[in-house]
């Protein structure tokens, strides 16, 4: 019963949030005032206190710009985790547009979304994320292609590493940072997290979104990491297959460490 009420509280404060906030969002978005930037981060922090969501921060994100972080992907709770702690943009698969409330949030943070199934608009959809890039947003890709069951790290996809090429030239230094930034769920009521329980963070494609959501809600308590490793910069004669076997070296250590306690 206590469970229950909690779940119901939580939906009707977050509801209440997001009926006080969208207008002034649509606002921001339609003057392209740079509050569209900042009030996401304020709804997300709103968001990980009403699920019970504690956000704890590793490392620094880099100052330089352009910039592209590049995270492993367990649940849409990584969305509120990295919306918590910067002013950032995602990259989403299209079929995300259309998924009830969570697609009119994502397009009311001006997600970027894109047809990956589609390769002739493969060089439009980068060249999107570049101008995006170009223009200060720091751009948040999962380049798994889905979400993993929180204990691995999935295949890295090479190719979308290259929205950051396609921002090289518009740089002014002629170079686009890329950092990756391990995501790790560790605990919950504050218990370390083991296998068996990380299921309640993780969210494979498999499950169904509503129960999974219900069972968030009803836990109440989880803790995330987020550990931002070291950049590497993205020029002209960068091998694009060298820096994603980097960057999947660095993310799959990161958060192996975290998992293990480190």
Known sequence: MIA???????????????????????????????????????F???????????????????????????????????????GSVADVVYVAKAEVRQWPVFGVLARLQKTIFVEREQKRAAGLQASEIGSRLAAGEIVVLFPEGTTSDGNRLLEIKSSLFGAAASA???????????????????????????RYHRPIAAWP???????????????????????????????RDTNRKLVSRQIEAALRSMLVARLRGR
Not at 13 to 22: G, I, K, R, V
Not at 56 to 66: A, E, Q, S, T, W
Not at 208 to 233: S, W
């Open 4 to 42: 229950w009420a909690r779940i119901v509280i939580c939906v009707l404060l977050l509801s209440l949030a997001t009926l006080l906030l969208a207008p002034l969002q649509i606002l921001f978005l339609w003057r392209d005032m740079p509050q569209r930037r900042r009030l996401p981060r304020f």
């Open 44 to 82: 997300h922090r709103i968001a990980c206190r009403m699920i019970g969501l504690r956000v704890h921060v590793h490392g620094r994100i880099d100052p330089r710009r352009p910039l592209m972080l590049v995270a492993n992907h367990v649940s849409w709770k990584d969305i509120l985790a990295l």
């Open 168 to 194: 090289v030239p518009q740089s002014p230094t002629g170079t686009v940072h890329v950092q990756p930034v391990a995501l790790a769920y560790t605990r919950v009521h504050g218990m370390p997290m083991g």
């Open 205 to 235: 494609g498999d499950i169904a979104l509503l129960p999974h959501l219900i069972g968030v809600l009803r836990e109440g308590a989880l803790d995330v990491d987020l550990v931002f490793g070291e950049t590497i910069d993205y020029a």
